[in-house]
C-alpha cells in the first residue's frame, strides 16, 4: 500500500517498533505488500509513486530493487520480533506500478522472497496486479505453479478513446483475453479493474465496458471514479481546458449503473467500490486494511501499519536500495495512532463495508448523526436497530459526506 507521506517522527534506523505495537501480534490479520515501482510508460492520471527506465538513476534497477526488497523483508522480520514471534503472511499483495514487468520468474522471486522471510500459512491469499499488455498465457502459468493465488488485472475501459485519454497501451479486447488466460492457467479468482467517469466517456462506452467484463466471467470487479490528481499529466490538460474536470452528478449516474449491472449479475458489493461472486472471491487483503489489520509494506514509498503505528519508505528506489544497503531500514517517516486517531480510522474503513461499522464505535453526537442519517436515507433502520451503521444505496454514492457526519 502507497499513500502520500505524512508528517510525524524519525524511526529508528534499524526498524525497531514500540514494545507495545507488538502486543496482540498475530491475533489481527497480517499480510505482505510489496511495492514494484517500475512502469513501461507514465499514465496521465497516475499519481502512484512509480518510474519509468528514463526517470531512473544507478541503484534503481530490477536486480537492484529485488535484492533491495529481500533485504527489507528479512528487517521485517526481525523488527516484529524474529522469526519466532514474526506472524507468517495470511495475504501478500504485490502491487505498483506494473508487476508484471517483472515476469513470471521475477513474480516467482518476489513470492519465494516473503516465504523465505515472514513464510506463508496455509491459506495464504497471493495476489498480483498485472497490466493486460505485459502478460501472456506463460506469465499466468509460472505464477500460478509458484503459489500465486489472484490476479488483478488493470482493464480500465473497453472504449479505445477512453484508453488514450488514460494514456493506457493495452487494446480493448486485451483484458478480457488475459482473463480469459488466467483462468485457463488455473486461476480461480479473477479481477478486473475499472475507471469510471473519463472525460469523453458515454454511458453506452461503459455499458460496453460492463458487456465486456460479463463475458469474460471474472468473480471480481473493482470501479473507481476518475479522480483528476495535482501534479499529473491528466490535470495540466484539465487546467489547460483540453479535457473537462468529471461531473459529480454524472460520476453517481455511472456509478449507479455499475453497481446495477453486476449486481444483476451475480456480483454483490462488499465494500463502496468491490463486487464479488462469492464470500471467497473477496480481497482478503483489502479487506484487512479496512478492518484494521498488520501489514508490512516492503518497498519504495511503501506504508506499513502495526498495532497502531505506521510507517513509510523513501521514494526513490535508489536511496532505498542504498539506504538497505548499508544495513538501515529505508523508513523515513512513522507516527504512532492515538486511541481517537484509531477510532476514527474505523468509522472511515468500517463504514464503506457491506457489513458495516458498530454503533459503540461512535461517541454519542456521531450516534445522533447515524439516526439522522437513517432519516435522510444513508444508513440503513433496520441495521442501526441491531447495533451496525449500514450505508443504503443512497449513502454509498455519499459514503464520504456520512463518515465526516459521523466523526464531527
Keep these: ?85 514474526a ?52 506469465l499466468f502459468d509460472t505464477i500460478r505453479r509458484a503459489g500465486y493465488t489472484r490476479v488483478s488485472l488493470g482493464m480500465q475501459s473497453a472504449a479505445e478513446h477512453v484508453l488514450r485519454v488514460l ?8 483484458a478480457v ?29 461503459l455499458r460496453s465496458t460492463l458487456e465486456a467484463v460479463l463475458s469474460a466471467e471474472v468473480d471480481h ?43 444483476g449479475s451475480g456480483l454483490r458489493w462488499y465494500e463502496v467500490s468491490n463486487w464479488a461472486s462469492t464470500e471467497e472471491a473477496r480481497c482478503r487483503h483489502n479487506i484487512g486494511y479496512w478492518r484494521g489489520g498488520d501489514w508490512w509494506g516492503a518497498g519504495p514509498g511503501a506504508h506499513s501499519h502495526v498495532g497502531g503505528v505506521r510507517w513509510w519508505n523513501l521514494k526513490f528506489p535508489a536511496r532505498y536500495a542504498a539506504t538497505l544497503a548499508s544495513g538501515n531500514s529505508p523508513a523515513t517517516g512513522r507516527e504512532v495512532l492515538t486511541e481517537e486517531d484509531r477510532r476514527i480510522e474505523r468509522v472511515m474503513l468500517e463504514l464503506r463495508l457491506d457489513g458495516g461499522l458498530p454503533v459503540e464505535v461512535l461517541d454519542r453526537a456521531g450516534v445522533d448523526e447515524a439516526w439522522q442519517a437513517v432519516e435522510d436515507g444513508l444508513l440503513r433502520g433496520e441495521r442501526l436497530r441491531e447495533g451496525r451503521c449500514v450505508l443504503t ?15 464531527g
Design 1 to 85: 500500500m502507497t499513500a502520500q507521506p505524512l508528517t510525524g517522527e524519525t524511526p529508528p534506523a534499524d526498524g525497531s517498533l514500540p514494545e507495545g505495537a507488538l502486543e496482540g501480534l498475530g491475533k489481527r490479520p497480517f499480510g505482505v505488500y510489496v511495492h514494484v515501482p517500475f512502469c513501461a510508460t507514465r499514465c496521465g492520471y497516475c499519481d502512484f509513486n512509480t518510474y519509468t527506465a528514463d526517470e531512473l538513476e544507478g541503484g534503481g534497477s530490477l536486480g537492484g530493487w529485488l535484492e533491495a526488497l529481500k533485504q527489507e523483508l528479512r528487517l521485517g522480520v526481525r523488527a516484529l520480533g524474529g522469526p519466532e514471534r
Design 87 to 138: 506472524p507468517g503472511a495470511e495475504t501478500v499483495f504485490v502491487g505498483g506500478g506494473t508487476p508484471s514487468l517483472l515476469g513470471g520468474d521475477g513474480l516467482a522471486e518476489v513470492l519465494d522472497a516473503v516465504r523465505d522471510s515472514f513464510g506463508l500459512t496455509a491459506d495464504a491469499e497471493v495476489t498480483t496486479e498485472a497490466n493486460p499488455e505485459s502478460t501472456s498465457p506463460e
Design 167 to 174: 494514456d493506457r497501451r493495452h487494446t480493448p479486447g486485451r
Design 177 to 205: 483475453a488475459a482473463a480469459g488466460e488466467a483462468r485457463a492457467a488455473g486461476f480461480e479468482h479473477v479481477s478486473l479493474d475499472l475507471i469510471y467517469g473519463t472525460p469523453g466517456e458515454s454511458t453506452q462506452d
Design 221 to 263: 470487479v473493482s470501479a473507481y471514479s476518475l479522480i483528476v490528481e495535482e501534479g499529473t499529466a491528466l490535470a495540466r490538460r484539465v487546467r489547460r481546458g483540453e479535457l473537462p474536470m468529471p461531473d459529480e452528478d454524472v460520476l453517481a449516474e455511472k456509478y449507479e449503473l455499475i453497481d446495477s449491472v453486476l449486481s
Design 393 to 407: 444505496d443512497r449513502g454509498r454514492l455519499l459514503a464520504d459526506g456520512v463518515v465526516r457526519r459521523l466523526i
